[in-house]
C-alpha cells in the first residue's frame, strides 16, 4: 500500500512569513509529486509539480524534493491570508493514478 | 478548469437508494477517476477508466460501480446507498502538462448526504 504523509495541523504562520509544508512518501519508484491547493467547499487546483531532486520555483512557492529521503515540502514565501487553504501533497503511481496526502491545513493571520 | 463538469453538485438521499454520478468532460480525455474526500483522509480513489468500457478498481472500491460508454462520461453509481457513503465526490482527469508529466485536474465535486 502506497502512503503519503502530512502533518495535518492545522498551521498558522503570521502575514508576510514563510510558510512551509511537508510530505513524505512510502513508494520509492515514485517520479513526480505535485501539490495541489483546496479551498474550503471548492476543488483541489494545481500550484506545483516536481520531478528532480532539489527546488523548483514559481513566484511566492517553492518546492523541494528530496528522493534518497523520500520527502517533498512546499515553501510558500511572504505568506498572505488568501493563501489559506489545505495543502494536499500527491505522488505519481501506475496508470497515470495519484496517491494523496490527508493534507495539511494552512491559516494566514493577518 | 479542463472542462470538467459533475451533475448532480448537491444530492440528499435515502439509505437503501440507487444512486449515480455522472462526470462529463468535453476535451477528450483517455483517463477518468472518481474519488471520495473525507475529513482525515485526503482523497481516495474509487475507480477509474483508461478509456471507453476500460475501467478498474482503486483504493475504495466496495459498494461503488462505473461505466463508461462514451468518452466524455463517466458515471458512478451506489447501488444501495450507505451512510458511510456520505462524503464529497469528485471526478478528475488525466492531462500531460508541459513538463511531460501526468497530472490530474477535478471537477467542481458533488456533495451527498445519506440518511
Known amino acids: 500500500q502506497k502512503e503519503v504523509e502530512q502533518n495535518s495541523g492545522p498551521l498558522s504562520v503570521p502575514e508576510g512569513a514563510i510558510a512551509s509544508l511537508n510530505c513524505t512518501y512510502s513508494d520509492r519508484v515514485s517520479q513526480s509529486f505535485f501539490w495541489y491547493r483546496q479551498y474550503s467547499g471548492k476543488s483541489p487546483e494545481l500550484i506545483m509539480s516536481?520531478?528532480?531532486?532539489g527546488d523548483k520555483e514559481d513566484g511566492r512557492f517553492t518546492a523541494q524534493l528530496n528522493k534518497a529521503s523520500q520527502y517533498v515540502s512546499l515553501l510558500i514565501r511572504d505568506s498572505q491570508p488568501s493563501d489559506s487553504a489545505t495543502y494536499l501533497c500527491?505522488?505519481?503511481?501506475?496508470?497515470?493514478?495519484?496517491?494523496f496526502g490527508s493534507g495539511t491545513q494552512l491559516t494566514v493571520l493577518p | 478548469d479542463a472542462g470538467i463538469t459533475q451533475s448532480p453538485r448537491h444530492k440528499v438521499t435515502e439509505t437503501g437508494t440507487p444512486v449515480t454520478l455522472r462526470c462529463h468532460q468535453t476535451?477528450?480525455?483517455?483517463?477518468m477517476y472518481w474519488y471520495r474526500q473525507d475529513p482525515g483522509h485526503g482523497l481516495r480513489l474509487i475507480h477509474y477508466s483508461y478509456g471507453v468500457k476500460d475501467t478498474d478498481k482503486g483504493e475504495v472500491s466496495d459498494g461503488y460501480s462505473v461505466s463508461r460508454s462514451k468518452t466524455e462520461d463517466f458515471l458512478l453509481t451506489l447501488e444501495s446507498a450507505t451512510s458511510s457513503q456520505t462524503s464529497v465526490y469528485f471526478c478528475a482527469i488525466s492531462e500531460t502538462i508541459p513538463t511531460g508529466a501526468e497530472t490530474q485536474y477535478f471537477g467542481p465535486g458533488t456533495r451527498l448526504l445519506v440518511l
Open positions: 476535451e477528450n480525455h483517455r483517463y
Open positions: 500527491a505522488v505519481s503511481g501506475s496508470a497515470r493514478q495519484l496517491t
Open positions: 516536481i520531478y528532480s531532486n
